[in-house]
C-alpha cells in the first residue's frame, strides 16, 4: 500500500518531468539502462506520435530547419504516472555510427531509475521514458537526471527523434542539471 507521501512524490516528480519536457515501424531498439519491456499503454502512445508525425508537415518543416513547429500530436496529461510513461530531459549524444544515442531521463529518489524503449519507423525514432522500481515509504521530492543509451536498429540518419511522453522531438543537450546528475 502506498503512502500519501509516496503519491504526492510521485505526482512532483511528473509535474517537474513535464516542465523539463515541455521547454510504417522498422523495429525496435533496446535500452542499456534498465531494459524492460515497455507497457503496452507506452508502446500504443509511441505508436500514435510516430504515426502523426511521419509524412507530415510538421515533419517536413522540422527537417528544413525550422524549431518552433506546431507538433501535430500533443502532450499526455499530467495524470499519467510516471512509471507508465515520462519526459525526456533532452538528447546529449549520437554515437558516430548514429546507431547510439544517449538522452538524459528524470526519476525520482525513491525508484530503481529511468528506462527509455525505442519504437522506430521508416520517419523517425520514438523514445518512451518511463520510471521503474518505485518504492514504498518516505522519500524526498528530487528530481534525479540519468543519462540512459539507447541502441537502435538503424541510424537516426534524417529521422526525427520524438519524445512519446511530449509528442514532439527530444531537445538537443540536457537542459538544466536536476539533482544527483
Not at 528506462?115 to 528530481?143: N, R
Amino acid at each position: 500500500m502506498r503512502t500519501d507521501m509516496t503519491r504526492t512524490a510521485r505526482l512532483l516528480l511528473v509535474l517537474a518531468l513535464s516542465a523539463a519536457g515541455a521547454g510504417a515501424a522498422a523495429g525496435c531498439g533496446s535500452a542499456e539502462a534498465g531494459g524492460t519491456e515497455p507497457s503496452p499503454r507506452s508502446d500504443a502512445r509511441a505508436q500514435q506520435v510516430a504515426k502523426a508525425w511521419d509524412g507530415s508537415r510538421a515533419a517536413d518543416r522540422w527537417r528544413a530547419g525550422y524549431r518552433l513547429v506546431a507538433p501535430p500530436i500533443g502532450p499526455l496529461g499530467q495524470n499519467v504516472p510516471a512509471d507508465v510513461l515520462a519526459p525526456l530531459g533532452g538528447l546529449t549524444q549520437v554515437a558516430g555510427n548514429g546507431r547510439t544515442l544517449t538522452v538524459e531521463a528524470h526519476h525520482g529518489s525513491c525508484d530503481d531509475g529511468p528506462v527509455v524503449d525505442v519504437l522506430e519507423t521508416s520517419g523517425s525514432v520514438v523514445l518512451s521514458a518511463a520510471v521503474t522500481g518505485l518504492h514504498d515509504g518516505p522519500c524526498t521530492s528530487e528530481l534525479r537526471g540519468k543519462k540512459v543509451t539507447v541502441k537502435l536498429d538503424g541510424p537516426v540518419g534524417d529521422r526525427i527523434v520524438l519524445d512519446a511522453f511530449t509528442g514532439r522531438p527530444v531537445p538537443d543537450g540536457a537542459g538544466p542539471a536536476p539533482a544527483g546528475s
